[in-house]
């Protein structure tokens, strides 16, 4: 496995849309173990193709644990191709963070409750429904796959004000 480079905002590629994966084989498959180890050693919930230069609609993301920190080993991970979200109720406000986006912080406001379908590595077809922290990762992830960022989500004032000091604090 190899650890790769997570891109930073302002880098184009975190705005493209990502590709379907239309065949899973060895390519897809190194990417997605390439892609959880990344995201363990950087202590990241998730992970989505494109912020690692390749975009195509793949993520991974950690499941929760209430014993067991981030990036711990034995947390169960999965891979996602081609995932999508079916179904979401309710909302909540919660604070977010992105690898992309290293050091910045913001509550964000997303469906507290979501349902998604999509395919394991395995070529298996893949549904859960999940709320809380998984739901945000998961909205948080497919975003990704869409050439969205949480900080979209700002208002333009909030957005502004992050583009400037973002951008002096790290360039």
Do not use: W
Not at 1 to 28: F, G, S
Not at 52 to 69: A, M, Q, T, W
Not at 132 to 141: I, K, L, P, S, V
Request: hydrophobic share 40%; net charge positive.
């Amino acid at each position: 496995m190899a650890l790769l480079e997570i891109r930073t905002y302002p880098d184009p590629v975190l705005r493209r849309i990502a590709k379907p994966v239309d065949d899973v084989n060895a390519q897809t498959i190194k990417l997605a173990e390439d892609m959880i180890e990344t995201m363990r050693l950087s202590r990241g919930a998730g992970l989505a193709a494109n912020q690692v230069g390749v975009p195509v609609r793949l993520i991974v993301l950690e499941e929760e644990s209430d014993k067991k920190k981030r990036g711990d080993i034995g947390n169960k991970v999965i891979a996602i191709i081609n995932p999508v979200i079916v179904g979401s109720e309710e909302e909540e406000i919660a604070e977010e963070g992105c690898l992309s986006l290293p050091k910045f912080y913001e509550y964000i406001k997303r469906a507290r409750k979501i349902s998604v379908k999509g395919m394991t590595i395995d070529k298996a077809p893949f549904e859960m429904q999940c709320d809380g922290h998984m739901a945000r990762a998961f909205q948080h992830e497919i975003d990704h796959l869409n050439g969205v960022l949480f900080i979209d989500y700002l208002s333009p004032v909030k957005r502004n004000l992050f583009k400037k000091k973002y951008i002096k604090k790290d360039r």
